[in-house]
Structures are given as C-alpha cells and as structure tokens.
C-alpha cells in the first residue's frame, strides 16, 4: 500500500495502537511492582507478553498484524547494537589472558553439561546445540543491573564478574556464527567450511576495523546534527542486521559487529546516551513478542525438562563460582555473590530460540527457552540479594570472621577517601550511567573524546 493511502486509510491502526499503548502501560505498573522486589525488566515484559498471547484467554486483548514482529526484529538488533557499542576492546586485550581463563572456565563448564543435557532430552542434533548455548551464558543486562542494585560495585569479585560477561559477549558473536550455518540446513561438507569461513572472515574483519580503524570510522560519523547521527547509526545498525543476515551469520551478529566498531570511536559516548532509549523502547517489543507467542498449556510438556536445566544450572553455577573465584584469588564468599549474579539467565536464551523457530526445529524449544529464562530471570534476582546470607550459613565461622574484618577494612578505607582507581571508577560509572547499561569504566579505559 503506497504511503500516502496508508495515512489516508491509517484509521484501521487505531486498535492495534490502543492495545500496544495498553500493554505497555500494564509492563509499566507490573515493573513498578516489580522494583519493589528486585525483578528485571526482562521477564515482566515476557510475562505481559504471555498475559496478551492469543493461546490464552487470560487478558482480553488480542494483536493482529506481523508488522509487530517486524519491529521485534528491529528491537533484536538493537540489543545485539548496544551489547557490540559497550563492549571493551581494552580491556579484552589488555587482559586477554585472565580474561579468557576466567571467562572460558565458565563458559566451558556450561558449555559442555548444556549440551550433554540438550542430548539427554532426544530432541535432536540441532536441538541440543540451541539449548547447550541457551544454558551457557548469563544475562549482561540482568548482571550489570543487579551489581548496581545490590551495592556491589566495589566488591572484589565485581571485576572478574564483568570480565566474564565481555568473554561472554565474544562467545557470543562465534556461537551465533556457528548457529547460523548448523540452522541453514546445508549438510555438504565444503560449501559448510565454506560458509563457516565467510562468517568467520566477517567476524575477523569488523575485530579488525573496530581494533584499528577506530579513528577512520570517526571522521565518517562526524556530524553536529544529532537528528542526522540518530539517522545514521540507526541506519547502520538495521543495515549490517541484513547483512549478516544474508551472509548467513545472523542480524544478531552484523549488529552486534557494527555496534562493536561504532564502539571504537569517539563518538561512543554519544551515540549511546541516543541508542540506550531506542534499546529499551524496541527491546521490549522483542520481549514481549516473545511471550506474545508462548502458548502456556505447552509449559506442562517441557516443565521437567526446564527443572532439570535450572537445577543443572544452579549447581555448574555454584561449581563454577567457586573455580573462577579462586583462579583470581579470591574467597567462598566472592564465589557465591559470583554465583548468584551470573546464573540469571536471559535476552541471549530468548534470541536462540528464536532463531530456532525460524529455522524450523523442535517447537517445544520455544516454550522450554522462555519458562527456562521466566525462573531464572525472576528467583535469581531473588537469590543473589541474600547472597550474603548465604555465605553466613554455608561458610565456617572462622572464614566469615576473616571476610568481616577484611570487609570493615575496605569500608575504613572508603569512608577516608582510600577507595582504589579501579573502585573509584565502578562508583563513578554507576552515578554516572542507567541502572540498566552496562558499568562503564568497571571494566573501560577512559577513550579520547
């Protein structure tokens, strides 16, 4: 329909606007309510979402047109933008090799006891490899908000925990790559080398460009019209999302490429005090089309299979804590706050399955991967503000009175001004930045501007 008639004839919006504006209004007060007991947005969004579904006649509104999936799509993107623009190549680079010790245990120990679990279930292949990622890694968004949250900026083990999310986010963009040539269908053995080393050779060049063409790519987005950038870094976002989907890497992962070269400019800053809002505005669509489309009578067919998959989560997580924490030299304490922070699980779970429904597997992953990410996303939240308490019943006495006394010294040392370059920057980054981005400067070097 050309443009001019669709504004002429736009009246026949009017429905579905009032239930999109309604919706968003009910994730609002569930939110609100929400605060009061520590949930992410995250599964109140999803939640509203299963309210509305039409496989349920649990709220009265109904949402037709595909054009919601079209900007769902648009807010996938903008996750995966926003996920690239914050990820820190110092850092990365900096420390590779801690990093990539502390973070590969995690991920390694998840890793491998998903996709056992996935094969355990029988559901296939392909099917074991999506849940063995939706297993994998923790929500970014989840982590950084409960850090802030929970006052745990200057903790010791803060550091190594977003460490492990930026080893995360490289796993991340290699997984989805890996993902999207398995989900193709393709069964030759050349032309599967062939499209694995396409994906690899875009991921390796857009490191690249983000590594060493940060000031090239600067003078490209020089502009003072800020109407003009928000064109044009949305633009680019939405653009590298096709391409890498058509490339066969996923849209995910050409925005998250992009984001990440984006990223190594100085117009980092900017660029994201814009790009956050438009996260969180289409985000949330991507969430709550997601749970628009879980059918609640399916929970009842994978509830077993989602139990055993939290219950194995929890225990990897207690288990892998511990590891990470003592290969930074840290204590039991810090391992259990580590525990309780990285279990949650979320917006990368979703993606996975939703790229597993376009590609036509098992339709049970859909409503496995959302009750999955429902439980962790709202008891682990939960779980990790008694952290503390846990630490006090599980730990012997004499450990516990160590931990104080140590404790007692660095709140002296703060309270006298003596807190760390690296505490200083936690706190300044948290009254600085929104409870939902991640902790600049925790784990950044200051850029030029």
Do not use: C
Request: hydrophobic residues 55%; without cysteine.
């Amino acid at each position: 329909m050309p443009l001019a008639t669709a504004a002429v004839e736009g009246s026949h919006f009017g429905a579905d606007m009032v239930v999109v504006g309604l919706l968003f209004l009910i994730a609002y007060g569930l939110g609100r309510l929400g605060k009061l007991i520590g949930l992410p947005a995250i599964p109140v969004y999803m939640i509203v979402g299963l309210l509305a579904s039409p496989y349920t006649d649990w709220f009265p509104l109904t949402l037709e047109g595909d054009y919601i999936g079209l900007i769902a799509v648009i807010g996938l993107v903008l996750l995966l933008f926003n996920l690239g623009l914050e990820f820190d190549q110092d850092e990365f680079f900096g420390n590779a090799g801690k990093l990539l010790v502390s973070g590969g245990t995690y991920i390694l120990v998840n890793m491998a006891a998903g996709l056992g679990f996935g094969i355990l279930v029988g559901w296939g292949t392909p099917e074991a490899l999506i849940i063995a990622g939706i297993t994998a890694t923790s929500s970014s968004a989840i982590v950084t908000k409960l850090l802030i949250e929970l006052g745990r900026l200057t903790n010791r083990e803060t550091p190594m925990i977003l460490g492990i999310t930026v080893v995360e986010d490289v796993f991340i963009a290699i997984y989805l790559a890996i993902v999207g040539v398995v989900l193709s269908g393709q069964t030759e053995l050349w032309p599967v080398v062939g499209q694995l080393a396409l994906s690899f050779t875009f991921i390796v060049v857009m490191f690249g460009i983000a590594r060493f063409g940060g000031r090239v790519v600067s003078k490209l987005l020089r502009t003072k019209d800020d109407e003009l950038f928000t064109i044009l870094f949305f633009g680019l976002a939405v653009l590298f999302g096709g391409i890498g989907e058509l490339l066969g890497v996923t849209d995910a992962i050409g925005a998250f490429l992009i984001g990440l070269v984006l990223g190594a400019t100085r117009f980092r800053n900017r660029i994201e005090t814009i790009a956050v809002p438009l996260r969180d505005v289409f985000g949330a669509f991507f969430f709550l089309n997601f749970g628009l489309a879980l059918d609640a009578s399916k929970f009842g067919g994978v509830l077993i299979p989602v139990l055993g998959a939290v219950l194995m989560t929890v225990i990897l997580n207690i288990v892998a804590g511990q590891v990470v924490s003592r290969l930074n030299g840290l204590g039991a304490q810090e391992g259990i706050n580590t525990t309780v922070i990285l279990q949650n699980r979320g917006e990368f779970a979703l993606i996975l399955a939703t790229l597993s429904l376009s590609a036509g597997l098992d339709e049970r992953i859909q409503p496995f991967a959302g009750l999955y990410v429902l439980i962790l996303s709202i008891g682990g939240p939960m779980i990790a503000a008694q952290s503390e308490r846990i630490g006090g019943a599980v730990l012997p006495s004499k450990r516990r009175k160590r931990r104080a006394l140590a404790d007692s010294g660095r709140n002296t040392a703060a309270r006298r001004g003596g807190m760390t370059a690296e505490e200083s920057a936690l706190v300044d980054a948290a009254m600085a930045g929104d409870a939902d981005d991640r902790v600049d400067g925790a784990v950044r070097r200051p850029r030029d501007e």
